[in-house]
């Protein structure tokens, strides 16, 4: 790294640096609500050593926290998390254990399980306007770069890790991205600060380790600068990933048919504009992209027959071709997973959530087609595989609605409560029994249904 270079990466590691550095990245927010992202390790514990030394020179200007995810994908986690806890009461800073739910699907990467995880617990603990702090440094955005180069990925993958990300109702900030390990490692060891090392950084079955183990010591003995000239080019690629999004973005809009895509509108553009639209899509539905293969499958589905409803299956969501349209939904429960009897709702008190992430309420409205006072006080509510009395004309009349075979389970079906033929009142916003109808001035209201529409 050249003198200039090293000085101001060194320059962050001071307290009134950091701090100029974080009014750059995030500008116009005063006071600033800030949690470290902490595992207990070297980086972060730097970190959080910064975050503590900047809270008493703005007292009044910066809120402090620390989160620490506790994986349980080991013994020594256990180990960590006590680490964590100790250091914190010390430091006098506020901490939040979170407890991750690590699933691997069959086939998938352990590591990107992992990070899944994590970023889902971060998302749910992050309050509105709050900032989540990491300690990803220069060696990290190498590695990361590498790795989105091995992995065939486009402008956007090789653009490695932004400086400031949406994350939840927060921001995700790295203020590090251009400090080298080194520094950090010498600032650790000059105040001799205690850290704890994760066993798990030593496996070189995990592909970053392998990189950071393996291969960048080769790499920096012939290009000590490998670091600074990579980054140099992923902010290249940052901004080619720029233009393209605004320009897929548009195409996406001109596509875009409500939630879904017309595959009409799809169907003029060729394969490589067509593909970034559809990485514009999952980006709009806060998913990531997936792989190049994958975005041919979904295009295949422009040829299917009318009849036909072919579908993609993907880890987080599953993409269908149906009536013209192609339809992305987030994964969900099966049908095997949704309750077998009732759900019993208090309507007035509180929107119901469902098992597959969605919502049902009753709202107040004086052009509303529901006579509230014709509603008892509590609804039964069903799915159709657990309605007791469901019948061949229930399908027929979800047919009738046009609610598509996949999504009829889904459907939030209410009835009378304590009625053992689970008498129909209304079908999700979809439906409504003529009983219920509004009339006259009555109080009047309607269901809201966050459906498949």
């Given at each position: 790294?050249?003198?200039?270079?090293?000085?101001?990466?060194?320059?962050?590691?001071?307290?009134?640096?950091?701090w100029a550095q974080l009014r750059r990245l995030v500008p116009g927010r005063l006071p600033l609500y800030c949690a470290v992202a902490w595992s207990g390790g070297l980086d972060s514990t730097v970190l959080l050593h910064q975050m503590t030394a900047l809270r008493r020179l703005h007292p009044r200007q910066l809120r402090l926290r620390a989160l620490h995810v506790d994986h349980h994908l080991q013994a020594a986690s256990v180990q960590f998390r006590?680490?964590?806890?100790?250091l914190a009461r010390s430091w006098r800073v506020a901490l939040t254990v979170l407890d991750a739910r690590v699933e691997v699907p069959r086939g998938a990467s352990i590591e990107e399980a992992a990070r899944e995880a994590r970023y889902a617990c971060w998302r749910a603990a992050l309050q509105p306007g709050e900032l989540l702090i990491t300690a990803q440094h220069?060696?990290?955005?190498?590695?990361?770069?590498?790795?989105?180069?091995?992995?065939?990925?486009?402008?956007?993958?090789l653009a490695a890790m932004p400086a400031v990300a949406a994350l939840g109702r927060g921001l995700l900030v790295r203020p590090f991205l251009s400090v080298p390990r080194a520094d950090m490692a010498r600032y650790a060891e000059s105040r001799k600060m205690p850290v704890v090392e994760d066993p798990s950084n030593a496996q070189l079955r995990f592909d970053r380790n392998f990189l950071r183990l393996q291969v960048l010591p080769l790499l920096r003995q012939r290009w000590p600068a490998a670091a600074a000239t990579v980054s140099r080019s992923a902010r290249h690629c940052a901004t080619a990933a720029l233009l393209l999004a605004r320009r897929a973005a548009e195409d996406l809009d001109m596509a875009a048919d409500g939630p879904d895509l017309d595959l009409?509108?799809?169907?003029?553009?060729?394969?490589?504009?067509a593909q970034a639209v559809l990485r514009a899509w999952?980006?709009?539905?806060?998913?990531?992209?997936?792989?190049?293969?994958?975005?041919?499958?979904?295009?295949r589905m422009q040829q299917a027959r009318p009849d036909a409803q072919p579908q993609l299956v993907l880890p987080q969501a599953r993409v269908?071709?149906?009536a013209g349209r192609l339809i992305l939904q987030r994964a969900a429960p099966s049908a095997a997973e949704l309750p077998a009897g009732p759900l019993e709702w208090a309507w007035r008190r509180k929107p119901l959530q469902l098992p597959d992430a969605r919502a049902l309420a009753i709202v107040p409205d004086a052009h509303g087609d529901l006579n509230l006072a014709a509603l008892p006080r509590t609804l039964a509510v069903y799915f159709?595989?657990?309605?007791?009395?469901?019948?061949?004309?229930?399908?027929?009349?979800?047919?009738?609605?046009?609610?598509?075979?996949?999504?009829?389970?889904?459907?939030?079906?209410?009835?009378?409560?304590?009625?053992?033929?689970?008498?129909?009142?209304?079908?999700?916003?979809?439906?409504?029994?003529?009983?219920?109808?509004?009339?006259?001035?009555?109080?009047?209201?309607?269901?809201?249904?966050?459906?498949?529409?």
């Open positions: 790294m050249p003198p200039s270079t090293a000085a101001a990466s060194a320059g962050l590691l001071q307290p009134a640096q950091l006590a680490h964590c806890q100790r220069a060696d990290d955005q190498l590695e990361t770069a590498l790795l989105a180069l091995l992995r065939g990925a486009g402008p956007a993958g009409t509108v799809l169907r003029r553009w060729p394969p490589e504009r999952f980006a709009r539905h806060d998913l990531r992209s997936p792989e190049t293969r994958h975005l041919r499958e979904i295009l269908r071709a149906h159709l595989e657990g309605l007791p009395a469901r019948g061949p004309s229930l399908r027929k009349r979800l047919q009738a609605l046009q609610v598509p075979q996949w999504e009829r389970n889904r459907v939030p079906l209410l009835c009378e409560p304590g009625d053992a033929a689970g008498t129909l009142l209304a079908m999700g916003d979809l439906w409504l029994h003529e009983r219920l109808s509004a009339r006259g001035d009555g109080r009047r209201g309607r269901i809201v249904w966050q459906g498949w529409r």
